[in-house]
């Protein structure tokens, strides 16, 4: 990171440290945030997590959950702890419109900032800067970004676990966007005495009988291919959110199975949401989702995984997304 020398004289006297990340985070959101508030703790600053929506209940398993502040909860306390910041750390996301009202909250913030992240087109919203699109995850950049600061000296278990836990559930459990500095790190981490199997059953066998019943229902009667384009389609109704009782966090990782056909090469995971319509967008090889979700969906993230929103009726959404493909697939 350039100026590493500078942030680390910052960084020599107790500081309130704040950590943002993203909207309906994710593992490596709640990851490499955690890894980093615990890390921090052990220096000796106050760190404190600021989520905009809450996170998914399966990842209770990691340490100092229940410290998390969420946003869309506790507004009172969000703007408290912003005031008290003396130093504030965005990680997982580019843009600041991914942590809603919050980026209103910080912008004209005189604290230090330091932002790290793995999404393309990164904004220009920090003094110091890690952003690597090429790591599989923030969970990873956390690692070096920890190295870098004082060679990870105060790493443990429970660090470890959390930044595990991140680079299992941005690649996949090491299916996609991996190099090989991911498994150095994996490596590096088992060091600390990981029960793998442990974290590999809490993030993917930990589901609720709704949700494996939800899955069921999604393939069998919500999903559409239009063979010419290589794409698959689920579409989620307000009626399904309603009759499968589903909540934030329980549609986490159906777009992928979608994948899983032979042929396949888009998959899209449309949402009926209370105000908007929510895209989660995945490719294989070539074909960038993340200019698709940018161009017509005001989102972003990465060329194989990105994600968006419309503000339209859900017929019209999934009629504009089946309208464009023809621009970013060849038939
Ligand atoms: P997911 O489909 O898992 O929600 O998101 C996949 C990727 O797309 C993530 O890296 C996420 O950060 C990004 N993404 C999802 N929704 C949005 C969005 O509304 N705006 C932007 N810029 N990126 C998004
Ligand atoms: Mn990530």
């Known amino acids: 990171m350039e100026g590493i020398e500078l942030l680390k004289r910052e960084l020599s006297q ?3 440290i ?7 985070p994710d593992g490596d959101a709640l990851g490499s945030s955690m890894a980093l508030k615990l890390y921090l703790e052990k220096m000796g600053h106050t760190a404190k997590i600021i989520f905009p929506s809450e996170f998914p209940s399966i990842f209770t398993f ?3 959950t229940d410290e998390v502040v969420i946003f869309d909860f506790e507004k009172e306390e969000t703007t408290k702890i912003i005031e008290h910041a003396e130093m504030m750390f965005f990680l997982d ?17 005189k604290v230090t900032k330091v932002h790290i992240d793995h999404h393309i087109d990164p904004e220009p919203i920090a003094d110091y800067v890690l952003s690597d699109t090429t790591s599989s995850s923030t969970s990873e950049l956390i690692f070096d970004f920890l190295n870098e600061l004082d060679s990870n000296k105060h790493m443990n278990e429970d660090i470890a676990k959390c930044i595990m836990t991140g680079l299992i559930t941005d690649t996949g459990s090491f299916r996609y966007s991996t190099t090989s500095k991911t498994f150095h790190v994996a490596s590096e981490l088992m060091k600390y005495n990981l029960d793998l199997n442990y974290i590999q059953n809490k993030i993917h066998n930990s589901h609720s009988e709704k949700q494996i019943r939800l899955l069921g229902h999604a393939l069998n009667k919500r999903l559409e291919i239009i063979p010419e384009y290589h794409t698959g389609i689920i579409t989620l109704t307000k009626k399904d959110y309603q009759d499968f009782d589903i909540q934030r966090g329980d549609t ?3 777009v992928n199975y ?8 888009v998959a899209a995971l449309i949402t009926e949401q209370p105000t908007i319509v929510k895209l989660s967008l995945r490719s294989k090889g070539d074909i960038s989702v993340q200019e698709l979700a940018r161009d017509n969906f005001k989102g972003g993230g990465h060329k194989n995984a990105a994600g968006g929103h419309a503000y339209a ?3 019209s959404v999934v009629n504009k997304f ?8 060849k038939a």
């Open 62 to 64: 990691l340490p100092k």
């Open 322 to 329: 089946k309208s464009i493909l023809p621009f970013y697939i």
């Open 258 to 265: 979608i994948l899983m056909i032979n042929n396949i090469k």
């Open 93 to 109: 996301f580019s843009s600041l419109d991914r942590i809603d009202k919050i980026g209103e909250l910080v912008i004209d913030k």
């Open 14 to 16: 107790p500081k309130d």
């Open 18 to 24: 704040v950590i943002f990340s993203h909207r309906n």
């Open 313 to 315: 009726k859900l017929d």
């Open 252 to 254: 986490e990782g159906l």
